[in-house]
């Protein structure tokens, strides 16, 4: 009798082993495609537009909200999402710096970053234009991204850039957009925006003076004449075309999804 309900024991135990297994399985289905996430569950930064663009792709997409977009990638590896979405860029250096998370090769959506000045200023637009074609001619723009966006750890260190003395550019921005704009382990902002500014207030021979503001006070800042431009990460629109004047577009990114590896 006893030898009989061991083995029924050990054969249910088995059996829930099995379907628990499966079940857990299921959850963690690997994601190596965008078409994959369909109907599957995102994390978005709370008060971005990122959830919105996802379902302008995936109609039937589930969402969790989080305080920061690296909250939501934790999450992503843990396990208890499926795929966390945000600025392309922002979740390869976030992928760069925590292993087991991959950003996807597929877009949801396609942007172009650009710096704004005020419609007044087409001479400034110009110097910013010039000096990213000229980084792109020579292969410094290329050597810079990977210098932001390592494929595996943190960014490299701001390069030393020489300052002018004619004057002051005083350029916006919001430091909370790595690699583009952020606050380094000095308390220094830092990024591929703030070399950007750097390398064209060179150009015009005057001193780089970075401030620092919230995201949304940029463009009434730099509408007001307290900065002469600004930058972080900033997606051209249509809308924002008829407040500001943007430059050339520096970077091709748009909305990706990271994903567990």
Known sequence: MKLTRL?????????MLFTLIGCDSTQKEKITQLSQLDGKEFGVPTGTV?????LSKFSK???????????????VKQGKINAAAYDEPVLKNI?????GL????????HDDYGFAVRLNDPSLKAAIDTVVEEMKANGEYDAMIKR???????????????????????????????PFSFVDGSQQVVGIDIELAALVAKKLNKKLEVVNMEFGSMIPALAA??????GACITITEDRSKKVLFSAPYYRGGIAAIVKQ
Do not use: C, H, R
Request: charged fraction near 15%; avoid cysteine; proline fraction near 8%.
């Open 7 to 15: 083995l029924t024991f050990v054969t249910l135990s088995t059996v």
């Open 50 to 54: 990122a959830d919105s663009l996802v």
């Open 61 to 75: 997409a589930k969402f969790q909200y989080y305080n920061s977009i690296l909250d939501a990638a934790i999450a």
């Open 95 to 99: 992928a760069g710096k925590n292993p």
């Open 102 to 109: 991959m950003v996807l090769p597929d877009m949801i959506t």
């Open 148 to 178: 932001w966006l390592p494929t595996e750890g943190a960014p490299s260190p701001m390069p030393g850039i020489e300052t002018g003395s004619n004057g002051v550019l005083k350029f916006g921005t919001s430091a909370v957009t790595e």
């Open 225 to 230: 004449g307290k900065v002469d431009m600004i």
